[in-house]
């Protein structure tokens, strides 16, 4: 196979049929897409719709268990997509939260990445769960200014998932608010879901549960000016 596949509309021969409910890849850039899965490569039946969100890094996707030879992944932006040849595809019984009107992964367990860091300073073929695109990384730590500077912290997951909570670490009394937003249309589309005033140490946000691709936490007020966030973990464990 080659290093990696990339265009607009990438079919994948497994050359014989396996009956299939889960692919894990990576993408290398950016992208909105669809997967479809057939027998022949005549009818396709789409199992993944993903067009309306932004993603990039690890993919984690499952379908409902059905007999499959070829997979085609479709770009829906004006940009091919970029999709690395190391691809599992499987039959997993592995214990999964489902939505079925969206197929968007329930996660039980943290999906944030466990280390800070900007989506700048990641390699294009990481295999991450997530990334920084909004804020400054000081110190193995998240950052911003109430007063000048990035005005917000934004983390991109990977994927979107079905979130309901947020668990966040402050070490200096802080004042706060959380907004979040799944398909990213306009900066119009946050959603604020919570907010919180003169506290510190481990908090525990949480709201109604809705698809989630983007986190912004906006700091209000913090010693210096400056909003420092420990850790994130979504949801809350």
């Not at 900007?118 to 295999?127: A, E, F, G, Q, V």
């Amino acid at each position: 196979m080659e290093p990696e596949y990339r265009k607009k509309e990438i079919i994948v021969d497994l050359k014989n049929p396996f009956l299939l409910n889960c692919l894990k890849l990576v993408l290398k850039s950016n992208a909105s897409y669809t997967v479809s899965v057939s027998k022949d490569a005549r009818t396709w039946k789409r199992v993944i719709n993903r067009s309306k969100y932004s993603c990039f890094g690890r993919q984690e996707l499952y379908f409902k268990a059905r007999l499959v030879r070829f997979i085609r992944f479709k770009s829906k932006t004006y940009f091919s997509m970029s999709i690395d040849a190391d691809m599992e595809v499987l039959y997993s019984t592995k214990s999964v939260e489902i939505d079925p009107a969206t197929t968007i992964i329930i996660p039980k367990q943290n999906v944030a990445p466990t280390k800070m860091v900007l989506m700048c300073d990641i390699h294009r073929n990481s295999d991450v769960s997530g990334a920084y695109i909004s804020g400054n990384e000081i110190d193995g730590h998240m950052e911003h200014g109430i007063r000048h500077g990035y005005r917000s912290i934004i983390l991109q997951l990977s994927q979107p998932y079905i979130i309901g909570s947020l668990k966040l670490l402050l070490k200096e009394e802080s004042s706060y608010y959380i907004e979040v937003m799944g398909i990213l249309i306009n900066k119009k589309s946050w959603t604020r879901v919570f907010t919180e005033e003169n506290v510190s140490g481990w908090r525990i946000a949480t709201f109604p549960r809705q698809p989630v691709a983007f986190i912004k936490i906006v700091g209000t007020k913090a010693p210096s000016d400056i909003f420092r966030l420990y850790k994130l973990e979504c949801p809350a464990t």
